[in-house]
């Protein structure tokens, strides 16, 4: 649980995409209205939902269940333009609001419950100030950035989470609301995973072993753990970085089109990441400043993940297209680009887990980098084979080329069947691999001609451990190329799964065992 004092508000605008579709036409949101994205239902209005269509539903099938239904593109340009002055209006309440993403904003709460009285009170005024556009939102406050949005989509009109009380708050919400929010940054495959285990609210997940829960779902799943146990997380507004990154551009003529600002954009978002790769940085937080006819404008953007050189140049496109079309009058005479949170970039787990785009493209980056310095063969992936056996499953490839096309769904005669294990087991050469199994009275078990084994395993003994096998399966002859006699003895094996304890309540351990040469030997553990 946090022990720190830092206390963030974050103001939450449901539905904001219908909203700012609804302000682009001049119209309201009474009936059913989807916007798609890759045919799929990305927003949908309440009387929609109330009809049975779901976010990330095919759009034809939302289109069966009701008729003559309203349905648009969702564009994020759209929804940033008409968010700017939302934002604006809350700068009389809050000095530093950073927008995690159109409809979500987050502000230091200490500094404003320090000025205006308390945090209810803050809480109150931006509440207030943003509702004077007509649209509705709720806020949430808590010690960690993630749990103030899980409080601030908390019921109608969101929460208020005591300091140090993070966690018994998080502990009773279901798991679901890890994927509420795009922001918090959860993989929905590896939280559906959770729930079909038996994880339904973030309580159990917290309480699960952060080893097993790394094994299991690697960062994904370590993510959402750390945002299920009220992990501290970075603040608001911290102190900028020593070293002066910004990057600033003064066009040869005042800027009044916004197709020229896209370019300008592009233009210094190219500059500002090349300043950043050469000082070993990446961007976590931007502050984007205009001069529109001798008057700064300001807005900060935050991300969870590392901007991109492309995430800049869109965020960039999306504020100064929200200025220039505003209302704001005047031109574009300088643009300036502050990253204000900069850290060094973690490239070994970008690589280990590659789980964004973002994370994709600096991995790749990385890799070309050390390819050219060492060769085209001296780094290696893994990439899923159709062996018969669990070593034979996965191979390495050069990082750079293609995998044979994928033949997994060709049978494989005597092939292991699912569950797979989760680690490979020692060379097979190595002594440290070699096991004996037994039967009850302490004689040997191994695989006769008939590929039978010779008598029902009891123990087994690996090094200076002895297990009692409480279950087994097998064995499974592999015999390749049976009509070469060339064919080594290693290319005729059986193999076996086995569980076994050591102790009558210890856990149990699985392996699977592969007979060759007259002996057991660990193929993979379980």
Not at 391 to 413: F, M, Q, S
């Amino acid at each position: 649980m946090s022990s720190h004092t830092t206390r963030i508000i974050v103001v939450w605008f449901p539905d904001w995409p219908l909203h700012a579709w609804a302000l682009a036409h001049d119209t309201t949101l009474e009936g059913p209205v989807v916007l798609y994205a890759t045919h799929r239902v990305a927003a949908c209005t309440l009387s929609a939902r109330h009809r049975g269509i779901r976010r990330g539903m095919r759009l034809r099938e939302a289109q069966a269940l009701i008729p003559g239904l309203t349905v648009a593109e969702l564009d994020e340009d759209r929804d940033a333009r008409y968010f700017e002055p939302i934002v604006a209006g809350l700068d009389d309440v809050a000095a530093n609001v950073e927008v995690i993403r159109p409809g979500l904003i987050a502000c230091n709460a200490a500094a404003l419950a320090k000025f205006h009285g308390s945090e209810e009170k803050a809480a109150e005024l931006l509440v207030t100030a943003a509702s004077r556009q007509g649209i509705d939102c709720q806020a949430g406050i808590a010690d960690e950035l993630p749990t103030a949005i899980i409080a601030a989509r908390h019921g109608a009109v969101g929460a208020v989470i005591p300091p140090q009380h993070s966690a018994q708050f998080l502990a009773v919400q279901p798991l679901d609301a890890l994927v509420a929010d795009a922001a918090l940054g959860c993989e929905r495959d590896t939280i559906a995973t959770l729930h079909d285990v038996g994880v339904h609210t973030l309580g159990d997940l917290a309480n699960l072993p952060g080893k097993s829960v790394s094994s299991r779902f690697g960062s994904a799943g370590m993510h959402a753990h750390a945002i299920a146990r009220a992990t501290p997380s970075r603040g608001i507004a911290p102190a900028e970085a020593g070293a002066d990154l910004s990057v600033s551009l003064i066009p040869e003529e005042p800027i009044e089109r916004v197709d020229a600002a896209a370019f300008a954009a592009r233009t210094l978002a190219a500059q500002l990441h090349n300043r950043l790769a050469t000082a070993g940085y990446v961007c976590h937080r931007l502050t984007i400043e205009a001069i529109i006819a001798g008057t700064s404008h300001q807005r900060t953007w935050r991300t969870r993940e590392p901007l991109t050189e492309t995430a800049t140049a869109d965020r960039v496109r999306w504020q100064l297209d929200a200025w220039l079309t505003s209302g704001i009058r005047g031109a574009l005479t300088e643009l300036i680009l502050n990253p204000i949170e900069v850290a060094v970039p973690e490239y070994a787990s970008t690589l280990l887990a590659a789980n964004t785009v973002a994370d994709d493209e600096a991995a790749a980056t990385v890799i070309a980098r050390v390819a050219s310095q060492l060769g085209p063969d001296a780094i290696v992936r893994p990439v899923a084979g159709t062996g018969r056996g669990v070593a034979d499953r996965v191979y390495l490839i050069p990082a750079g080329d293609e995998p044979e096309p994928a033949t997994a769904g060709k049978p494989v005669p005597g092939r292991l069947m699912g569950p797979l294990p989760a680690r490979l087991g020692p060379p097979a050469t190595h002594p440290a691999a070699r096991v004996v199994v037994v039967d009850k009275h302490g004689q040997r078990v191994g695989v006769n001609a008939e590929a039978l084994l010779t008598a029902v395993p009891h123990a087994l003994r690996w090094g200076k451990k002895n297990y009692l096998i409480t279950g087994w399966a097998g064995p499974w002859p592999v015999d390749g190329r049976w009509w070469d006699a060339a064919t080594p003895e290693e290319g005729r094996v059986a193999r076996i799964q086995v569980v076994g304890k050591r102790e009558n309540h210890a856990p149990e351990t699985g392996w699977v065992l592969v007979w060759g040469r007259g002996m057991w030997r660990v193929e993979a553990v379980y």
